[in-house]
C-alpha cells in the first residue's frame, strides 16, 4: 500500500492512524484524517520535516561513493528544514516565486499553450494519436519556473531526466543496482547545479547576496527543479486524463456554468501528484488518541485527507465548486506549505481552459502509467485520438 497509495485512497477500512511497515522492515505511522494531517503538518515543534529528503531504501554503499564523488549534499534548505535558517530562505524564494510575478507569466504561457493545442488538434484531426504528456504538460513547468528563477541553461530533457531520476532515488523502493545508476544521473546533475549556484543570477544570485552558503544555494536548486516543476507537470496529466472522464464537467466548462480555477482545485483535492510526506517525531506525542514516541517515522497520507467525509460533501466525486474542494492539503499547510502553490494553480487552469475543448472529443488510447512511490505519482505517457 506504501507505493501505491493512490490506488487505495477510496479504500473504507483504515483508520485515523494506522502502523505500518515497508519494504525494509522500518515502521511508520500512516495517518489518514484531514484534521489530524493538518495538525502534524501545523506542529513543526512537535513533528519536525527532518526527514522529508531521506531516501526511503536506504542507499547502499556503491551509490553513496558514486554521490561523494559528484560532492553530492541535501543540507536542510526547505522541505527538510526546519531550523532557524529556513524562513529567510523561504522568502527569499516565495519572493521569486511572488504570486504577482507569476500572474505576469499567464499570457505568455496562454499563447504558448493555445500553440500547442492547435498542433494536437491538427494531428488528432488527421487520425492521428498524441501523447499529451509529452506533447503538452511535461515540459511547460520548467519553462515557466526557468523565466521566472532564471534557471541554468540546461536542455528540457536532462533536466527532466534528473528530475525523475531524484524521484525514484529517494522515495521509490529500489535493488542497489537500480540506485548506483540513479545515484550516477543524480550526482551528475546536481554538479551542474552547484556551478550554477557559483555565478547565476535569479534566485541563486539572491541567495548568495543575502549570505547563504552554496550548498544552501544548490539545495534550493535541487528542490525547485524537483518539486518546483516535476509535480506540476505530474499534475497536469492527471488532471488532463480525468477529465477525459468527467464529460459533465467538461460540459460546463464549455457553456460557462464550471470555472477552470474550481477543476484545478478539485483535481488537487482528487488527483494530487504528492499523495503522501513525511515527519518524524521530535518528542513524545498523542495523535488522535495514539501514542506517537519521539523518534516515529510518520507518514502523512494527504492524497486520503483529501477525501475525508468530514471536509468535503461527496469525496468521491469530481465535483468543481463543492462544500470543502478547497480544503485539500495537495499543498501540505502550515511553515513549510508549497511556496508555488499559486504558480501551480496559475499553470493548471490556463491548461485546464485552453484543452477543454479538445478533451472533449478524444478517446484514451493508453492511461497514464505510475511506477512504485511513496509520494510522487509520476505518470508517463498519455496518448489519445479522436473519437
Same mark, same amino acid.
Given at each position: ?61 556503491? =551509490? &553513496?561513493? !558514486?554521490?561523494? @564523488?559528484?560532492?553530492? +549534499?541535501?543540507?536542510?534548505?526547505? #522541505?527538510?528544514? *526546519? /531550523? ?96 548506483? =545508476? &540513479?545515484? !550516477?544521473?543524480? @550526482?551528475?546533475?546536481? +554538479?551542474?547545479?552547484?556551478?550554477? #549556484?557559483?555565478? *547565476? /543570477? ?97 507518514? &502523512? ?87
Amino acid at each position: 500500500m506504501l507505493f501505491r497509495s493512490w490506488a487505495h485512497t477510496a479504500d473504507a477500512h483504515w483508520p485515523d492512524v494506522a502502523r505500518v511497515r515497508d519494504h525494509v522492515g522500518v515502521a511508520h505511522l500512516v495517518v489518514t484524517r484531514h484534521a489530524l494531517v493538518r495538525e502534524v503538518l501545523t506542529d513543526p515543534a512537535t513533528y519536525r520535516p527532518d526527514n522529508a529528503l531521506d531516501a526511503v531504501t536506504p542507499i547502499p554503499v556503491a =551509490a &553513496l561513493r !558514486v554521490l561523494a @564523488g559528484h560532492r553530492f +549534499r541535501l543540507p536542510p534548505t526547505l #522541505a527538510n528544514n *526546519g /531550523g532557524a535558517s529556513h524562513p529567510a530562505i523561504r522568502a527569499i524564494v516565495a519572493d521569486a516565486l511572488h504570486p504577482t510575478r507569476v500572474a505576469a507569466q499567464r499570457p505568455w504561457l496562454t499563447d504558448l499553450v493555445r500553440e500547442r493545442v492547435g498542433g494536437i488538434a491538427a494531428t488528432l484531426a488527421a487520425g492521428g494519436s498524441v501523447d499529451l504528456y509529452a506533447r503538452l504538460a511535461a515540459d511547460l513547468p520548467l519553462l515557466v519556473l526557468a523565466r521566472l528563477v532564471e534557471l541554468p541553461d540546461a536542455p528540457v530533457g536532462a533536466v527532466k531526466e534528473f528530475a525523475r531520476a531524484a524521484l525514484e532515488l529517494f522515495w521509490a523502493p529500489l535493488d542497489a543496482d537500480r540506485q548506483q =545508476a &540513479l545515484a !550516477v544521473e543524480v @550526482g551528475r546533475f546536481h +554538479r551542474v547545479l552547484r556551478e550554477f #549556484a557559483a555565478t *547565476g /543570477g535569479g534566485l541563486a544570485g539572491s541567495l548568495r547576496a543575502a549570505g547563504h552558503p552554496p550548498d544552501v544555494v544548490v539545495g534550493a536548486l535541487f528542490f525547485l527543479l524537483v518539486a518546483g516543476q516535476e509535480t506540476t507537470s505530474q499534475f497536469l496529466t492527471l488532471l488532463l486524463h480525468r477529465l477525459t472522464g468527467e464529460p459533465a464537467v467538461l460540459a460546463g466548462l464549455r457553456d460557462g456554468t464550471v470555472g477552470a480555477a474550481d477543476v484545478v482545485e478539485e483535481g488537487l483535492r482528487l488527483e494530487p501528484p504528492i499523495v503522501t510526506w513525511r515527519r518524524v517525531a521530535a518528542v513524545d506525542a498523542m495523535l488522535g488518541g495514539t501514542a506517537v514516541p519521539a523518534g516515529t517515522s510518520i507518514v &502523512l497520507w494527504l492524497a486520503r485527507a483529501g477525501r475525508d467525509p468530514a471536509t468535503v460533501d461527496a469525496p468521491d466525486e469530481f465535483r468543481p465548486g463543492q462544500r470543502g474542494s478547497r480544503r485539500h492539503l495537495a499543498f501540505g499547510a502550515g511553515a513549510h506549505r508549497c511556496v508555488g502553490d499559486q504558480l501551480a494553480r496559475m499553470e493548471a487552469a490556463v491548461v485546464v481552459a485552453e484543452t477543454a475543448p479538445l478533451l472533449d472529443g478524444v478517446s484514451v488510447l493508453r492511461e497514464p502509467w505510475c511506477p512504485d512511490n511513496l509520494t510522487f505519482r509520476m505518470p508517463d505517457a498519455f496518448v489519445v485520438r479522436q473519437r
